[in-house]
Each structure stands twice: as C-alpha cells, then as structure tokens.
C-alpha cells in the first residue's frame, strides 16, 4: 500500500517559475525524502527531513514538513528545463522496519 | 568508479524461463533494496538485504528470490517469467536502513513475452 502520495500528478510550468509539489502520507515517520527521476535512469536522492524539522534548504530546493497534517511540500525556485524530470516522496514509517515506501510521483514539465 | 551498477540493462524473455538480474555495488554498504517500477503503482519494493546473507521480503515478493553471499551482490532471480513480471527492476543501496538516503542502479527493463 501506498504510505506517500504526491499532488498534482503533472505539473507544467514555464522556465523561470517556481514549481511547487506536496505529499501527503498516512502514518507517523522518522524522515521523509524527496527523489527526482530523469526519463530512463535511476532515482537520484535530493533531499531528506527528519521527523523533528520542519524545514531544509538545499540550493533552489526548499522542503517543509507538517507532521501535525501529515504532509510535506517540494518547491524548487526558478525552474530551469534540465529540472522536467518525475519527482517522488519517500516515506520512513516508524513501524516501516526501516524500508522507504514510495509515492507514485509527480511529472514536472519545464518549457523553455 | 563508485556506484551502483545493474545489468543487464534490457532483457527479453519468454513466459517460464528463469532470469537473474544483476546488481552491484562499490560503496560497501549494508542495505541492498530491489524495487520494480510499474505505470500507475510507482516502486514498490520486492525483497531487501540488511547485510549478506541476511535477506527479508517487501511489499512484492511472489515469484522472485534473491541471495547475498557477497556484501556487494544483490542479484535477483526469477524462477518461472510471468507476463505480470514485465515491468522496470531498480536496485538500491543504503548505508543505514531508511535512515539514509538511496542510491540507485539506472534499471533494468525486463520483458516478459
């Protein structure tokens, strides 16, 4: 079963703007992570936020954290096209055993 | 160069014949995953290692078998192709269970005919 979902599905933006994705999970984590996919390859870790933080800054990513409503934002500023890639949350439940269960990602379109 | 890497990258196969998919690893780490990546499911993980010969099963696990004689091999077996297995194999390690970030191999497409 699902523990992370992504909103929107596809998200399609015009180079310069911001893009801004959410995931909502169901049960209580120790850290939720942020992937990103490039058409063709693996995922590629970009960002993690433990359970006790409630923001992290890395370059143009910023990530929040609401584990009061079970959710957590993406927003990458100032998109640029290499940025069109699928973007998905990963969610470390507590009672997980320590195994990373994925959403099913967002598609993020940046037009140049 | 450290990594992780996955072979084959493609494989056709035929429905019952048996086909292991290869992964392996430079960083030394503990924990080996192996997800599969379907249209409309996301990853879902099929059976992961905590250290060799230590194994433990995922979300999905029928149909497949995995070992880890060797800290850096992950290899997974599937012992008779279904049709329903075709799908995209990622395999991934971590230095400390979920705790830690991911790094993963590029894939293999496997299909099952």
């Known amino acids: 079963s699902q523990q992370g979902e992504e909103d929107p599905q596809a998200l399609s933006i015009q180079e310069g703007e911001n893009a801004t994705m959410n995931c909502s999970y169901k049960?209580?984590?120790?850290?939720l992570q942020w992937y990103r996919q490039n058409s063709g390859r693996g995922l590629v870790h970009l960002i993690l936020i433990r359970s006790n933080e409630r923001e992290k800054h890395s370059g143009r990513l910023r990530v929040t954290l609401d584990t009061s409503k079970k959710s957590s934002s993406l927003l990458i500023t100032a998109s640029r096209a290499a940025d069109t890639a699928s973007y998905f949350c990963a969610t470390d439940a507590v009672r997980a055993n320590s195994k990373l269960t994925f959403g099913k990602g967002i598609t993020l379109s940046v037009r140049p | 160069d450290a990594g992780i890497t996955q072979s084959p990258r493609y494989k056709i196969t035929e429905t019952g014949r048996q086909v292991t998919l290869m992964c392996h690893q430079t960083w030394s780490h503990s924990y080996m995953f192996w997800y599969r990546q379907d249209l409309g499911h996301g990853l879902r993980l099929i059976y992961y290692s905590a250290a060799a010969d230590i194994t433990d099963k995922g979300e999905v696990p029928d149909g497949y078998v995995v070992s880890r004689s060797k800290t850096e091999n992950f290899p997974l077996t599937l012992e008779s192709a279904t049709r329903s297995q075709t799908s995209v194999y990622f395999c991934?390690?971590?230095?400390?269970?979920?705790?830690?970030?991911?790094?993963f191999g590029n894939g293999t497409r496997l299909t099952v005919t």
């Open positions: 049960t209580s984590i120790n850290n």
């Open positions: 991934a390690s971590s230095g400390d269970r979920g705790r830690s970030p991911l790094h």
